[in-house]
């Protein structure tokens, strides 16, 4: 077998393979639960949906919803508009809960928690 032979074979191996690979990555996401009427990105959910990073939740007066992602919780209080960021949350208007084993992070204008 030739070398050039050999090459295209294993370049339409590792062809099949990667993309493979990519899907498997982790993604950002996270599963959201509501409590009376909330939005994605404008979007109404019905009791639940899934957000992925760069989401917006927002929540009426009168509602609240919870996020779950991978080692993370985060109660979206009455009134909000957070943006979900895989690794971390952004309050835009509002109050959350956050309860993190995994470092999630949380940014109020110019300040982190």
């Known amino acids: 077998m030739s070398?050039?032979?050999?090459r295209v074979g294993l370049s339409v191996v590792l062809a099949m393979l990667l993309p493979g690979q990519?899907?498997?990555a982790d993604s950002a996401s996270a599963m959201l639960y509501t409590n009376g009427a909330a939005?994605?990105?404008g979007a109404t959910v019905p009791k639940?949906?899934?957000v992925f990073s760069g989401d917006i939740v927002q929540t009426r007066p009168d509602s609240s919803a919870h996020l779950n992602a991978s080692g993370s919780s985060v109660m979206v209080l009455a009134d909000s508009l957070v943006k979900f960021e895989g690794s971390a949350v952004e309050?835009?208007?509002?109050?959350v809960r956050v309860s993190t084993g995994q470092g999630l992070a949380t940014h109020a204008g110019e300040v982190t928690v």
Do not use: D, P, R
């Open 39 to 41: 939005w994605i990105n």
């Open 3 to 6: 070398f050039s032979a050999l």
């Open 91 to 95: 309050i835009e208007h509002g109050a």
């Open 22 to 24: 990519l899907l498997a």
């Open 48 to 50: 639940s949906a899934a």
